[in-house]
């Protein structure tokens, strides 16, 4: 996750690579990019609701020309 929509911003957080350990919600799409709050752990769909969560906002690339899109988000609830 970058601070700015480029791949030479500075990095604000690393996602983990395990979908199950975070939340992420989109905020903002400016061409491939995605401005986005991410949970650590995810809060969506917790019960109960995990106490101690970091978030973070930033910037991820959702797609690219060679593999086109990289970002999901499950729009129908829990």
Avoid: H
Avoid at 3 to 27: C, F, H, R, T, W
Avoid at 28 to 56: H, I
Avoid at 62 to 76: N, V
């Amino acid at each position: 996750m970058r601070k700015a929509p480029s791949n030479e911003a500075p990095a604000v957080a690393n996602i983990p690579a395990d979908p199950n350990l975070y939340g992420i919600q989109p905020l903002l799409f400016r061409g491939d990019w995605a401005r986005v709050r991410v949970s650590l752990p995810s809060t969506y769909c917790a019960d109960p609701k995990p106490t101690r969560v970091k978030e973070y906002e930033g910037w991820v690339r959702w797609r690219g020309a060679k593999l086109g899109p990289a970002l999901w988000y499950y729009t129908r609830g829990c």
